[in-house]
């Protein structure tokens, strides 16, 4: 998102990140948490879950801002966020540039 001028607290506030759970197994393919995300984090996978359904997988966990949306929409309570601590960030970026 490009802003059309620079908020004057940019550099102070800190972004929320989030590290994004998925329970595989109670998951039924619906893909509301996939098309809903507003940051793209996710994308359906191909492989099958115990119920024979398509599940969600996090293509890029950098983006998610832990804003819970997806949690939030999903009716099987098969996906939540959490705050992503520094430590767990950095793992991501590191296992990023591993997958490149
Ligand atoms: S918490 Fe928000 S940004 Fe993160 S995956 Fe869920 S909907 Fe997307
Ligand atoms: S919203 Fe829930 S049930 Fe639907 S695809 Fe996402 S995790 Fe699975």
């Known amino acids: 998102m490009k802003y059309w001028r620079k908020p004057l607290d940019l550099e102070s506030i800190k972004a929320s990140r989030g590290k994004v ?11 509301f948490c996939v098309a809903y995300c507003p940051r ?8 099958f879950n115990v119920r024979g359904y398509h599940t969600p997988a996090v293509i890029d966990e950098s983006k998610c801002v832990n804003c819970h949306f997806c949690e939030a929409l999903c009716p099987e309570f098969a996906i939540y966020s959490i705050e992503a601590t520094e430590e767990m960030q950095g793992e991501t970026a590191r296992s990023r540039r591993k997958n490149k």
């Open 40 to 47: 793209d984090v996710l994308s359906m996978s191909q492989t």
């Open 21 to 31: 759970i998925i329970i595989e197994d109670r998951c039924k393919g619906c893909e």
